[in-house]
């Protein structure tokens, strides 16, 4: 299964410190995904790293991924109170390009 | 652009009643979507349209539940009869076709089942 295994399950800090992320997965993909999910947006797609990628950007977010150890990692740099949410991460098979998303970690930012 | 619509947002229910939700995707999108999401979990793929043809509905519980997409645009998912365990939000994503497969998927606000 792609399944994606997020760590840690829950992540508090302090409105402006840096919060990461770490996702891992079982077999060969495509691409991987990042989501984050809260009550007031629904589920959100961040950013996409295909499988030839190493790093990506986006605003505040820093995606890395490593084929070889088979784990990518998310960083919000300068988090904010409405970063306050749940992050998925969904690796995306080779043949299928389906999504298949972990329990994802919960992510409270205090201000 | 106007995102993926869901109805009703909430539905309550006793077992063993019927259920329907209702999904329009983002226009153009050929590939359509269902996910159910237990509290606490992450969503979990229930059945894969493109277009109005069905790619994968290994994961649909057959005995209960039951989607179509007519014409290759809306969507119905239909639970019947209902159980305890169905109670959920159920998600439509939409996702366009490109050339590589490498695409982002885009969430309605999802349904709220409660079964009780």
């Known amino acids: 299964s792609q399944q994606g295994e997020e760590d840690p399950q829950a992540l508090s800090i302090q409105e402006g410190e840096n919060a990461t992320m770490n996702c891992s997965y079982k077999t060969s993909i495509n691409n991987l995904q990042w989501y984050r999910q809260n009550s007031g947006r629904g589920l959100v797609h961040l950013i996409l790293?295909?499988?030839?990628?190493r790093e990506k950007h986006s605003g505040r977010l820093r995606v890395t991924l490593d084929t070889s150890k088979k784990s990518s990692s998310l960083l919000i740099t300068a988090s904010r109170a409405a970063d306050t949410a749940s992050y998925f991460c969904a690796p995306a098979g080779a043949g299928s390009y389906q999504l298949t998303f972990g329990k994802g970690t919960k992510l409270s930012v205090i201000p | 652009e106007a995102g993926v619509a869901q109805s009703p947002r909430y539905k309550i229910i006793e077992k063993r009643q019927s259920v329907a939700f209702w999904c329009n995707p983002i226009?153009?999108?050929?590939?359509l979507y269902w996910y159910q999401q237990i509290l606490g979990q992450g969503p979990k793929l229930l059945i894969q349209f493109q277009n109005n043809g069905v790619v994968d509905d290994s994961q649909l519980p057959k005995d209960r539940f039951s989607a179509e997409r007519l014409k290759g645009v809306d969507s119905t998912l239909k639970i019947q009869p209902a159980k305890l365990e169905d109670s959920a939000v159920y998600l439509c994503?939409?996702?366009?076709?490109?050339?590589?497969?490498?695409?982002?998927?885009?969430f309605g606000p999802g349904t709220r089942l409660t079964v009780t």
């Open positions: 994503a939409s996702s366009p076709q490109v050339a590589g497969g490498a695409y982002e998927q885009y």
């Open positions: 790293i295909r499988s030839n990628e």
């Open positions: 226009s153009g999108h050929a590939t």
